[in-house]
């Protein structure tokens, strides 16, 4: 079997998601694992300072890597900064600009209701321990920081993204929720030549997937143990989105099952 596929023939990993400017829509049920998540990335410049889109039945999460971003929507003006977050609901207009450089991740599910918009600012939010936080031990230590979650009033959305520490591993210990969550990785801020190694596994004998990952990949977990490393002197870091399978009863975060054998092991 294809490394990089299921047995649905449908991808699991998507290379260089950020060579785009404008929206580029990478990742959509139709087109991988995912049954509910989509991810699209929105690099804005000179060339091309505004798009628009319409998001249908889907709620949507947009988090600003870096530059400023203004998005309207529902009549409302939101200003990003690097590591904002703005949570808007199905069912509205969108149009994103800047006056100079911006680039946004954008994650989205199908859901059947309307949920209120909600901005997320990182000064406040890095302030917060339960939202920005450093987990693991030796050999994993990283920063977590929550944009979507347990903060905000959605349906099925969270997101957020994770630093490691130079040669660490993350997603340690292996852990898995397909019966509640599927998952996606996009990493970013990985300078060349830094890479990480990926995992997505239910056997480890035959994992689904094994493969190097570098800035702008998306590594997609419908179901499976998903650990990864950073290379010695160099970090990971990537943004990590889920949908709950059924919409509010799932969307938890931190409910996980950890691997047996490394049950006791940070």
């Excluded at 039945?57 to 904002?84: H, M, P, W």
């Excluded at 911006?102 to 406040?124: C, G, I, M, N, W």
């Excluded at 801020?189 to 800035?215: C, H, K």
């Excluded at 010695?232 to 054998?261: C, K, S, T």
Aim: glycine share 6%; charged share 20%; proline share 6%.
């Amino acid at each position: 079997m294809d490394l990089q596929k299921q047995e649905t023939g449908k991808e699991m990993i998507f290379r260089k998601t950020h060579a785009h400017t404008g929206r580029h829509i990478a990742v959509t049920p139709e087109n991988s694992t995912m049954k509910h998540l989509a991810y699209a990335r929105i690099i804005l410049n000179s060339s091309k300072p505004m798009i628009s889109f319409s998001n249908g039945n889907r709620e949507t999460g947009l988090i600003c890597l870096s530059g400023k971003a203004t998005v309207k929507t529902d009549g409302k003006e939101f200003e990003l900064l690097q590591y904002d977050g703005l949570y808007i609901p199905r069912d509205s207009q969108i149009e994103v600009s800047t006056t100079n450089t911006a680039d946004l991740a954008e994650f989205s599910s199908d859901v059947t209701r309307k949920y209120a918009p909600q901005v997320v600012r990182h000064e406040e939010a890095s302030k917060d321990p339960a939202l920005s936080f450093s987990t693991g031990g030796p050999g994993s230590l990283r920063k977590v920081t929550l944009v979507i979650a347990k903060n905000v009033h959605a349906g099925r959305l969270i997101t957020g993204f994770t630093h490691s520490d130079p040669g660490n591993w993350t997603s340690w210990p292996p852990h898995e929720h397909a019966n509640m969550l599927e998952e996606m990785y996009v990493y970013f801020e990985m300078p060349e030549p830094a890479y990480g190694i990926q995992l997505v596994y239910n056997d480890t004998e035959y994992p689904e997937l094994v493969t190097a990952v570098r800035d702008g990949d998306a590594v997609l977990m419908p179901s499976g143990y998903h650990p990864n490393a950073a290379v010695p002197g160099h970090r990971i870091a990537f943004l990590w989105a889920m949908a709950a399978h059924r919409e509010v009863e799932d969307r938890q975060f931190g409910v996980v099952n950890v691997q047996p054998e490394f049950q006791q092991k940070s």
